[in-house]
Nanobody, 116 residues
Framework: QLQLVESGGGLVQPGGSLTLSCAAS????????IGWFRQAPGKEREGVSCISSSGGSTNYADSVKGRFTISRDNAKNTVYLQMNSLKAEDTAVYYC?????????WGKGTLVTVSS
């Protein structure tokens, strides 16, 4: 059964850092691009970053460019989101998503709270 599990969220002060992980099971990530999304309270879910299957191509939302870095370790079947210089507006539930044969699979999310 294809499954994505996010981890690494938590409470962090403004200016701090967190690294999120998205671990896949039931399939191998090697052949698929994967994306990170987030949903803040009262707001729609938005795309944060995505990475190609090889890791050679990445994209970022303007709001996180220069602060977030997406990466992947296909040997560990895991994708990461390194988040630096966090701001209060980064507070959200973060999700990873993959599309396989026309079907989107989402993890259950991990909560990131940026607050002093």
């Amino acid at each position: 059964q294809l499954q994505l599990v996010e981890s690494g969220g938590g409470l962090v002060q403004p200016g701090g850092s967190l690294t999120l992980s998205c671990a896949a099971s039931g399939f191998t990530l090697d052949n698929y691009g994967i994306g990170w999304f987030r949903q803040a309270p009262g707001k729609e879910r938005e795309g944060v970053s995505c990475i190609s299957s090889s890791g050679g191509s990445t994209n970022y939302a303007d709001s996180v460019k220069g602060r977030f870095t997406i990466s992947r370790d296909n040997a560990k079947n895991t994708v990461y989101l390194q988040m630096n210089s966090l701001k209060a507006e980064d507070t959200a539930v973060y999700y990873c998503k993959i599309g396989v044969l026309g079907t989107d699979y989402w993890g259950k999310g991990t909560l990131v709270t940026v607050s002093s």
